[in-house]
């Protein structure tokens, strides 16, 4: 797929991962959906400036299906259309199984799995109808491998490779595409303020020894994104982590 004047929607690009996958596109010619739970600033906005694409916001919550439906049909009524989604929007709420609340677990689960499945689900019709579209879907190792205190997290991530697996196969023969991309230890917020010692731990299981970047992640998004004969796969961006 040619990216140049496409659209793109990016759910939770408000920052990391899915911030520097929209940058990625818009770099590349695409025309990008910011989104987020709350209304995007103007400062994210003008990042965009010198990209010469058109760059709108659309706030909502993935987690509600009609809101979704809403965001997607915003997105289709000011751009013409969303050829590209990429369900990046996630939380955690890590504790130990026996500890875990059922709010803590079902919420996660709302937000990483049913709003993978609300935004999918909200332009199929389109890009079946379009006979195009692709669609990336953000795992992680975790949905993979497991993790202790992560249960709800690593089920919900699991959840999105089994879905994606599902859906690929429904809608392939309609020239839509469904992938998978799982990041393992991305440099992030989250990293950023952990102790060296765990931090060396971290980096002692990963044959690299190194920290992923997110603009790496986003250089995976647009190659599955690009690439017209892939679909139902998984990509591991882990420097080795979860290599067999």
Same mark, same amino acid.
């Given at each position: 797929m040619e990216l140049s004047n496409k659209n793109v929607f990016v759910t939770g690009s408000t920052r990391g991962i899915g911030l520097a996958i929209a940058h990625k596109f818009a770099s590349l010619g695409a025309n990008v959906v910011l989104n987020g739970r709350s209304a995007i600033s103007d400062e994210l906005l003008a990042q965009f400036a010198n990209y010469g694409v058109k760059v709108i916001s659309v706030s909502g919550d993935v987690s509600d299906n009609a809101d979704a439906k809403r965001m997607v049909e915003e997105a289709v009524e000011t751009l013409g259309s969303v050829d590209i989604l990429i369900n990046n929007a996630g939380i955690t709420k890590d504790g130990m199984a026996l500890r875990m609340s059922e709010e803590d677990f079902e919420s996660v689960l709302k937000i990483n799995l049913t709003g993978t499945f609300n935004m999918t689900q909200a332009v199929l019709k389109?890009?079946? =109808?379009?006979?195009?579209?692709? +669609? +990336?879907?953000?795992?992680?190792?975790?949905?993979?491998?497991?993790?202790a205190g992560q249960a709800n997290y690593a089920a919900s991530k699991a959840g999105v490779i089994g879905f994606s697996k599902s859906i690929a196969r429904e809608v392939?023969?309609?020239?839509?595409?469904?992938?998978? +991309?799982?990041?393992?230890?991305?440099?992030?917020?989250?990293t950023a303020v952990l102790s060296d010692k765990i931090k060396d731990a971290m980096m002692g299981q990963i044959p690299m020894k190194r920290f992923g970047q997110t603009e790496e992640v986003a250089e995976v998004a647009v190659f599955l994104a =690009?690439?017209?004969?892939?679909?139902?796969?998984?990509?591991?961006?882990?420097?080795?982590?979860t290599m067999q």
């Open positions: 389109p890009m079946t =109808k379009a006979r195009a579209g692709a +669609i +990336i879907n953000l795992s992680s190792v975790v949905g993979l491998t497991g993790n392939a023969a309609r020239n839509v595409r469904i992938n998978v +991309i799982a990041p393992g230890f991305i440099e992030s917020d989250m =690009k690439q017209e004969y892939l679909t139902g796969q998984v990509l591991a961006i882990d420097g080795g982590l």
